[in-house]
């Protein structure tokens, strides 16, 4: 039996490993996503220089207001041109024309204003907001009649320091950055759950296919005059499992080994986060979630006529499996919440969901509990699947609905 099983396994496994996709997906997807990455972050930085940029600023003359003139020579200072005129209608025109991407005006109602057509720059419209802030604090605060010193004080106070403890002792705390912790470990969460989900989406569905194609086929006819349904059934997963694992090492192996050699330093506190625990941790959730959802697709591989029919079938299951994607932020905003804690429990979605709140610090006895609660629902899955594989993969002529499956669960032959 075992000898049967593992021939039907090799066979999977060689049949998705020979083709020109995986080999292509192996390699070329962890190139393009991090071509896409450095393009996206070359991009925004290229938005953000604005140095080179020739920015020409309107201002309503005559400038009578003493703290409006000194905005306008600010404004002066950072490069910008200004263009003082004496109609509103002129500044206008001029904008509308691309002369000027806005103007200042001022008045005794409302105050300083800025107009422009394009009001979507927010560089521009940041910046002389930014100016307009300090020259009106600083005139604020002049009035108050305080030295020097006390408004340096009053304009840089004293920010809250944050520490991280160590294990050993209260005493060993170490100066840390907690928005630049939480970033860190966003993108470790992020990067770690979108590999794991698109995996198992991917081969899972590639179970699913597979069954459908050889039912279609009728070469499962023949394959099950050599070996039982569960044969066939265990020898796929098995199979496409280790595709799957060998894919998903390569790409975490090559996303680490690029965060190594990048040489960026914030990017250096991703292995606080991925410690070969949480690693060894993620790997165990990811095979038995692998495996629980390539049971669900096998079933409804079994059960498929056509296409289509297994397309719209599969539909519900891929939601299970990226339904994590919309708990990201929420999740790793606050990792030990009840919401966060409820929804890493939920077998398959664990598979993703644990390692993520991992990148935190969280009770190990729910990792525990999470962990044995996948395995459990894994191996009811299996069960199930095998008596839905069993009676679909034999029966054809129709699409067989979910109450066939029912009907099928419910017997043995």
Known sequence: MKSRIKQVAKFEFLRIVRTKGFIIALILAPVLMGAAIAITMYLAEQSNDHSKEEISIGVLSPVEDSSFAQIVKEVGLMGWKIEEKNSVDDLHKMTLENKLKGYLKFDT???????????????????????????????????????????????NPEQLRTYKLSTDNAENA???????????????????MIILSMCIMMFSLSVGRSVLEDKSSKIADVLLTSVKPEQLLAGKIIGISAASFLQTSVWIILALGSIKFANVEWLSGVFDFLTPSVLAVSVAFFIFGFVAATAIFASIGAMCETEQHFNRNSSYAIWLIMLPMFFLAPINENPDSMFSTVMSFIPIMSSSLMPLRMMGDIPTWQVIASFSILVIATVLLIKLAAKIFRNGIMQQG???????????????K
């Open 174 to 192: 170490e100066a840390a950055n907690a928005n630049v912790e939480y970033g860190v470990r966003m993108i470790c969460g992020m990067v770690l």
């Open 398 to 412: 129709k699409d067989f609905g979910f109450k066939d499956m029912l009907k099928w669960l419910k017997t043995d």
């Open 109 to 155: 109602a409302n105050g300083i204003g800025y107009y422009s057509d394009k009001l979507s720059e927010r560089f521009i419209t940041n910046t002389l907001n930014g100016i307009v802030q300090n020259i009106n604090r600083n005139r604020e605060i002049s009035q108050l009649g305080l030295d020097d010193s006390q408004v340096a004080r009053l304009l």
